[in-house]
């Protein structure tokens, strides 16, 4: 590859590592926000606001950390193709995906393949 080339995917590298960081950083944020303000009204039920503000936390990891895996696979694939880097890309990859895996579970409550099994709290379908 040329270094031209290479600077440029470097360069997007690091574009979809900010936006992924970003992501996450301004989610919490929003979720704390939105958390806070919900508290101050003294709108819903304690527990229905901490699930509440745990689900958007969790979600804005969860999409945060799909833009950090996307820019690992760039910069493996693109820039390093070696088999010690996709080596390395493949435990980064195992690791996030039992992360988010693990996310989704806390913010579901239920295993993945049992979505349709019994309908969540948050579901305004199952509220009657």
């Known amino acids: 590859?040329?270094?031209?080339?290479?600077?440029?995917?470097?360069?997007?590298?690091?574009?979809?590592?900010?936006t992924g960081t970003g992501i996450i950083a301004i989610g919490a944020f929003g979720a704390l926000a939105l958390?806070?303000?919900?508290?101050a009204k003294g709108g819903t039920?304690?527990?229905?606001?901490?699930?509440?503000?745990?689900?958007?936390?969790?979600?804005s990891i969860l999409l945060g950390l799909e833009f950090l895996?996307?820019?690992?696979?760039?910069?493996?694939?693109?820039?390093?193709?070696?088999?010690?880097?996709?080596?390395?890309?493949?435990?980064i990859v195992l690791i996030r995906t039992f992360l988010s895996f693990s996310l989704e579970v806390?913010?579901?409550?239920?295993?993945?393949?049992r979505r349709g099994a019994a309908p969540s709290a948050a579901d305004p379908k199952a509220q009657g």
């Open 106 to 113: 806390e913010i579901e409550g239920r295993w993945p393949w």
């Open 1 to 18: 590859m040329t270094t031209h080339l290479a600077d440029w995917v470097r360069l997007l590298t690091r574009a979809v590592e900010f």
């Open 35 to 39: 958390f806070l303000l919900r508290m």
């Open 45 to 59: 039920g304690r527990d229905r606001l901490v699930a509440d503000f745990r689900s958007g936390l969790g979600r």
């Open 69 to 91: 895996v996307a820019a690992d696979i760039i910069n493996t694939v693109a820039i390093e193709p070696t088999l010690a880097s996709l080596a390395v890309l493949a435990g």
